[in-house]
Nanobody, 125 residues
Framework: QVQLVESGGGLVQAGGSLRLSCVAS????????MGWFRQAPGKEREFVAA????????YYADSVKGRFTISRDNAKNTIYLQLNSLKPEDTAVYYC??????????????????WGRGTQVTVSS
């Protein structure tokens, strides 16, 4: 059983920063491509960022490129998402997920099998 637990969300003013963490249980964490998604009220879950198993490759949605940074520490079974220059439109619940199915594109939620419960990020104007 794999469990993913996010933390680090909160309320921040526009222009501020937050650092999200996602701790995974299980010994095979380091073998997996991992992603961050977000979901705002009334909207579909959308891709934010992803990172390869060895951190050699990172990927970002256009809306966060240059502001967010994904990283991982396999020794700690943890991935991170640094959120800088936050905007009110970044307000959402942020989820981390483990990718298991390479059939689907990495921006597609169907490509991921395990998900955390999410952490709320609220950006005030």
């Amino acid at each position: 059983q794999v469990q993913l637990v996010e933390s680090g969300g909160g309320l921040v003013q526009a222009g501020g920063s937050l650092r999200l963490s996602c701790v995974a249980s299980g010994r095979t964490f380091s073998s997996y491509f991992m992603g961050w998604f977000r979901q705002a009220p009334g909207k579909e879950r959308e891709f934010v960022a992803a990172i390869s198993w060895n951190a050699d490759s990172t990927y970002y949605a256009d809306s966060v490129k240059g502001r967010f940074t994904i990283s991982r520490d396999n020794a700690k079974n943890t991935i991170y998402l640094q959120l800088n220059s936050l905007k009110p439109e970044d307000t959402a619940v942020y989820y981390c997920a483990r990718r298991s199915d390479g059939t689907y594109y990495y921006t597609t939620p169907r490509s991921y099998d395990y998900w955390g419960r999410g952490t709320q990020v609220t950006v005030s104007s």
